[in-house]
């Protein structure tokens, strides 16, 4: 009773704009700012019940990522530092879009029936909470502490501007009980990355003082926190620019999201980074994507989230083979570690056949980091990237210990040796990259270090494959949600007849692929279409599109 007055009261500074229908989709609620205070104060409140059922630290993020600055957004961070669990979303729908108080009041009280959470025995619910740098990030702040403080017994931290893999590293830090706070994760990161530099071959140590990478922070958070980063890491040479400190506007212009789709330079970046190694961040640095500027100083190579992942599968299969016992020395050690490669159906097929030639495991799921990340999470070692840029290597706890028991037993037969060094060099990753979500500081700091393993230039790197053409288009419609898909997204089952006639286009084209999706995050359906060259590619799209509309 007394909880309900409490809600009441706190809520009715906070009424829902009229006409507005909000969802928690893969990216959580995201709108113009000004729509969103009674959304990030109600989210409050969900973070403080899912905190007081789950016993755990639970994170709030406000944050719109790549959407330009007058947009916003929040999501929770479960106790694991992953996404929330699906099975609470249609609760956060139903809680950000009903408009009358007392509705308001009784669908938490009715859920707090149904998932029996014991709100009159809080001993402590406790979030934390981070925003990007985006100005409305302040008032709706205060509107999410307003949420969480009209729960009784619940509190919050407030751990400032943040990246938002760092919010959820935090999170999964508190809840295993380890070391959580930024200097924390600054010092477990460059320690990692150093760790993986000491461990370098000899004879591949060449000197590279000159050899620098050139950062795009999209004019938000990632620069700044890069900056700070980077003063722990040695002789790590990075020039930021585009941190927020700067004129520039948050994602106009700039960041991983532009880069990738529009594939031009970034401002701040022209004639004199030709031929450099140059990285962008996305506005809230979960995101990351490398690029060579071209000779023309407007066009860029784009090295995707689809070449990191080659990048890192390349490596953690080399040490996964450099471990392997030869059959004579130690006939019976009956672990095998599985590796899996996980991607959507956005990962350029170069890049899914030159990881399958590599003799790996490669699955498709849908789009969105959750599904991505459960699948990687069934694997000893799961790598998941998504081409725009998001993704992490994902290490079970079996292989974690098997790589200490291995580090100690080798450590006492052959330091030294490359065995040795792999379990290492293994432990360092899994220590370096973030395990709770895609994390652009993280990835920066392992391709860094692999280039140096492997003495790559980004160019060579590059060219472990050639991306096939490919073309992405959107087509406005009145209901996506009339487009039902099966198969990771690959195959439409309604509205019947439509995958017949994509399968007919598709087959006009030489190594042709299309497949169409309604967006998760607009009002459109997305159409994808790979062929051998640029034209057949475009057309295929185009035609596709055709039978959208
Ligand atoms: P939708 O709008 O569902 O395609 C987009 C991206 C996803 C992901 C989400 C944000 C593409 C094709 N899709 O999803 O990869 O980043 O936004 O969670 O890039
Ligand atoms: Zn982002």
């Keep these: 009773q007394e909880q309900s007055s409490l809600v009441l009261q706190s809520s009715s500074n906070f009424s829902p704009p009229k006409g507005v229908k909000l969802s928690y989709g893969t990216a959580g609620f995201r709108a113009d700012a000004t729509l969103l205070k009674s959304t990030v104060h109600r989210v409050g409140i969900l973070a403080a019940l899912r905190s007081i059922q789950t016993k755990s630290v639970i994170g709030l993020m406000i944050t719109a990522s790549h959407n330009q600055v007058s947009d916003n957004g929040i999501k929770i961070a479960d106790p694991n530092g992953g996404m929330l669990s699906q099975l609470w979303e249609p609760f956060a729908d139903s809680l950000a879009n009903v408009a009358d108080p007392f ?47 009209s729960i009784k017994g619940a509190i919050y931290h407030d751990m400032g501007i943040l990246t938002t893999p760092q919010l959820h590293w935090m999170v999964r830090a508190r809840n295993m009980g380890m070391n959580s706070t930024e200097h924390d994760y600054f010092q477990q990161l460059s320690h990692s990355y150093r760790c993986l530099v000491e461990l370098i071959p000899d004879e591949k140590k060449v000197s590279k003082s000159n050899d620098i990478v050139v950062v795009d922070g999209a004019n938000g958070v990632g620069g700044d926190k890069l900056e700070i980063l980077r003063e722990l890491c040695g002789d790590l ?9 700067g004129e520039g506007v948050l994602n106009k212009g700039v960041g991983a999201d532009f880069v990738q789709k529009e594939k031009v330079v970034p401002s701040g970046f022209g004639r004199s980074d030709v031929g450099l190694r140059c990285a962008s961040f996305d506005g809230d640095a979960d995101r990351l994507v490398y690029f060579l500027v071209q000779p023309d100083s407007k066009l860029i190579d784009l090295v995707d989230g689809d070449k990191i992942l080659s990048l890192f599968a390349h490596f953690i299969k080399e040490q996964l083979d450099a471990l392997k016992d030869n059959e004579l020395e130690k006939p019976c050690d009956p672990y095998h570690p599985r590796l899996g490669i996980v991607q959507t159906a956005y990962a350029n097929g170069a890049s899914t056949a030159y990881l399958k030639n590599l003799g790996l495991d490669v699955v498709l799921t849908p789009t969105g980091v959750k599904y991505l990340h459960e699948k990687a999470s069934e694997y000893d070692i799961g790598i998941y990237f998504e ?36 379990a290492l060099r293994l432990l360092a990753v899994s220590k370096l990259i973030n395990q709770a979500v895609g994390d652009a500081l993280s990835g920066l700091l392992l391709v860094e270090a692999i280039l140096l393993h492997t003495g790559w230039s980004i160019q060579k790197w590059n060219e472990l494959y050639k991306d096939l053409p490919s073309r992405q288009l959107k087509v406005k419609v009145v209901d996506r949600t009339a487009v039902v898909t099966a198969k990771a997204e690959t195959v439409v089952v309604q509205p019947a007849g439509i995958q017949e006639a994509i399968d007919t286009a598709t087959a006009k084209y030489r190594h042709g692929r299309c497949f169409i999706r309604p967006s998760g995050t607009e009002d459109v359906i997305r159409v994808y279409a790979e062929a051998a060259t640029q034209e057949e590619t475009d057309s295929l799209a185009n035609s596709v599109a055709k039978l959208v509309d």
């Design 387 to 422: 081409a725009n840029g998001h993704g992490t290597i994902l290490f079970s706890d079996t292989v974690l210990s098997w790589l200490e028991d291995r580090n100690s037993e080798l450590s006492s037969a052959c330091t030294g040796s490359e065995k040795h060094k792999a």
């Design 103 to 149: 509705e308001l009041v009784q669908l938490i009280s009715d859920f707090v029936s149904k998932e029996i959470i014991p709100l009159d025995n809080v001993r402590s619910a406790e979030i934390l909470l981070g925003r990007d740098t985006r100005p409305s990030g302040e008032y709706l702040l205060e509107a999410a502490k307003q949420g969480i403080s």
């Design 237 to 245: 040479s990075i020039e930021v620019r585009n941190s927020s400190k």
